[in-house]
């Protein structure tokens, strides 16, 4: 598997209104970009901070996985993302190897991203995410 970097970290919050001036007005950071993923049922909103994102992910409906999340464990880190190279080879080989996958193919995600979640029950409880942008 071919991993370049950490992607981002995705944090659950209640409102990403409420999350956003955290991030600004006490880190100092720049929102650039909020959007929704309907299939989701999630609105994002992307900081950066070196090579790294932060993403704050919002439930657009309560059933949702951000909502029922929050619901269970409250506001806080969700998942860790990776960029990889191949996002398909990898699922296979990750497969093969045994790791539980929740996304079988990749899917789109926030950014144009194609992207995969891995079962935290095989990644010793992370909620990880690969994320592969075939536009570069």
Excluded at 25 to 49: H, M, N, P, R, W
Excluded at 76 to 102: P, Y
Excluded at 123 to 135: A, I, M, Y
């Amino acid at each position: 598997m071919n991993l370049t970097h950490i992607e981002h970290i995705g944090i659950a919050v209640k409102s990403i209104d409420e999350a956003r001036k955290y991030y600004e007005d006490v880190l100092g950071l720049k929102c650039y970009s909020v959007e929704e993923v309907a299939d989701q049922k999630v609105k994002t909103a992307f900081f950066k901070i070196g090579q790294t994102k932060i993403e704050l992910l919002e439930s657009t409906d309560p059933e949702g996985p951000i909502g029922k999340f929050i619901e269970k464990k409250g506001e806080g880190m969700h998942h860790i993302a990776f960029a990889v190279n191949g996002i398909e080879n990898a699922l296979k080989s990750l497969d093969a190897n045994g790791i539980r996958l929740i996304d079988q193919t990749p899917r789109k995600g926030a950014e144009g991203l194609d992207i995969a979640f891995l079962h935290p029950k095989s990644t010793f409880g992370v909620l990880t995410e690969l994320c592969e942008d075939k536009n570069k």
